[in-house]
């Protein structure tokens, strides 16, 4: 019996967290690249990697180490 309701919760979770992504807005590109002193390359970088996450495809994502 508690097989049986860990499996249903298992599965209920599954489909109430779907695998949904969300991509940044074109401000928060646009917010993110002024920094950047390249700021065409960060924007069309940007917005490729976001028309691939819309489609489902994988995308890479550098991690930064965080310093204290």
């Known amino acids: 019996m ?3 309701i860990n499996t249903l919760l298992y599965l ?5 967290f779907e695998n ?5 807005t074109n ?3 646009k917010k993110i690249c002024q920094r950047n002193p390249r ?3 960060c924007i069309k ?3 490729f990697k976001q028309v691939n996450l ?5 995308i890479e994502i ?3 180490p965080f310093k204290k």
């Open 54 to 58: 819309l489609e489902g495809n994988k």
């Open 12 to 16: 209920f979770i599954l489909f109430l």
């Open 39 to 41: 700021k065409s390359t």
């Open 62 to 64: 550098p991690v930064i």
């Open 2 to 4: 508690k097989l049986f």
């Open 45 to 47: 970088d940007l917005k």
């Open 20 to 24: 949904s992504a969300y991509s940044l």
């Open 27 to 29: 401000y928060q590109i």
